[in-house]
Every structure is written in C-alpha cells, then in structure tokens.
C-alpha cells in the first residue's frame, strides 16, 4: 500500500447525490441566488465532470486549461477520491466557493453550473438535476471521463499539455 493510499476516501456512488432529491425545494436553483443555497443544494450544483480538477495556467490575463490532472481525480467516475481529505493532501486545492465562481479571470470552465446560474443562464438540459441522474453528465460528453488527460505527476512543463476543448 502506497503513502497516498491512506488518503483515499470511502467508494461513493454518485448517483446517491441524487436518490432524495424530494427533500429539497424543486428547481431551487432558478429561486435563490447562490449566497441563498443551503450546503447540500450548494453541493448539488456540482455535475460532476471533473473539469475543475485540471490544471491551469494564468498567462497575462487569461487562464490557459491544460490535459493534465490532479493526481486523485478518478478519471472513470471524474470525482475526487479524496475528496472530503483534499486540502489536506493537496494544500493549493481551489474550493468552489462563491468567491471562486466570481474570480477574474475565469478558472472554471463554461459549463459549471456555479458560473452558469451566477450568470445568468440556467442549468444545461443534461446536468445530473434535471435528469435525475449522475450519469448524464458523462453521457453529454461533458466530462472528462474518455478524454485524453494525463496525471499531472511527473509532468513538468504544463505549457506542453495546454488545451482548447469548446467547453472549457
């Protein structure tokens, strides 16, 4: 067993995200702002995709996404494997909070529904709340699971991996 290994966290299945959504107010998202979300609807924003664990690079002003990932992305599932240790293993981990969502320049990609609703514009058609399931998000193609992605250890040169996938 590896040092990392003690970190990982217990096997979740996404799709319990998902299993009582009964008990939150429907399509809460289109009537709070996002300072209004409880924890667990703040949670349930996230689709799951994985593309906030990528690498990035600031040059000038804008934020270059590069194929690299952080080295406890499950690029299968597109979660963090440990996810409620991360800032402890990972020290520059970036939470997702509302301040992060509204960081110049953008490091999250277009197709986060945190930046999304802060924007003005609803939740796509195939994000996990309107479908009901986790899954949807892979089965969009809008995750990274299947994508040409590298861990980032051992990397060193992130310029070599940058990229400019339409939806990021």
């Known amino acids: 067993m590896s040092r990392d290994d003690d970190w990982i966290d217990t096997p979740y299945d996404p799709q319990s995200r998902y299993s009582d959504l009964a008990k939150f107010e429907p399509e809460f998202w289109k009537k709070k702002k996002l300072e209004d979300l409880t924890k667990d609807e703040w949670e349930l924003l996230c689709d799951g995709c994985g593309k906030c664990c990528l690498n990035k690079m600031q040059i000038r002003k804008d934020v270059k996404f590069t194929n690299t990932v952080c080295r406890f992305l499950d690029c299968g599932s597109c979660l963090c494997r440990i996810y409620y240790n991360r800032f402890e293993k990972v020290p520059d981990c970036r939470d997702i909070t509302l301040e992060a969502v509204r960081e110049k320049p ?3 990609p277009k197709t986060c529904a945190y930046w999304l609703l802060d924007n003005g514009f609803d939740l796509p058609d195939w994000h996990p709340l309107i479908t009901g399931k986790a899954s949807s ?9 299947g994508r040409d992605v590298v861990s980032e250890s051992g990397v060193d040169d992130y310029e070599d991996y940058i990229v400019d996938w339409p939806d990021l």
Do not use: F, G, I
């Not at 998000?137 to 699971?145: G, I, T």
């Open 137 to 145: 998000v892979h089965e969009a193609k809008m995750s990274l699971q």
């Open 106 to 108: 953008r490091w999250l």
